[in-house]
Nanobody, 122 residues
């Protein structure tokens, strides 16, 4: 089993910055991808940014140029640096990871964190 623990959410004024962190722990053989999703009230959960094990990244159009995803492989941790925040960035942000574990044989599963609230005031 794998656990994802997020931190770094909070309340910030428009134009400000926040940095989210997500640490993975547990039965990890390799992490194939990690990413951040968000869900605003009344809306569907959407991809914000994702980073593959090789380092390639992809972003939602709405955050390109403002958000940066990075990872520390040694710490099994992914970060989301959020700059120039807008009120429309307000949402619960969820960490997501595709993890290969080994227990008598390898298997890959997808995991979610518990979510962290980001609120941007105008």
């Amino acid at each position: 089993q794998v656990q994802l623990v997020e931190s770094g959410g909070g309340l910030v004024q428009a134009g400000g910055s926040l940095r989210l962190s997500c640490a993975a722990s547990g039965s990890i053989f390799s992490i194939n991808a990690m990413g951040w999703y968000r869900q605003a009230p009344g809306k569907q959960r959407e991809l914000v940014a994702r980073i593959l094990s090789g380092g390639s990244t992809n972003y939602a159009d709405s955050v390109k140029g403002r958000f940066t995803i990075s990872r520390d492989g040694a710490k099994n941790t992914v970060y989301l640096q959020m700059n120039s925040l807008k009120p429309e960035d307000t949402a619960v942000y969820y960490c997501n990871a595709d993890v290969t574990s080994y227990s008598g044989g390898s298997y890959t599963a997808n995991y979610w964190g518990q979510g962290t609230q980001v609120t941007v005031s105008s």
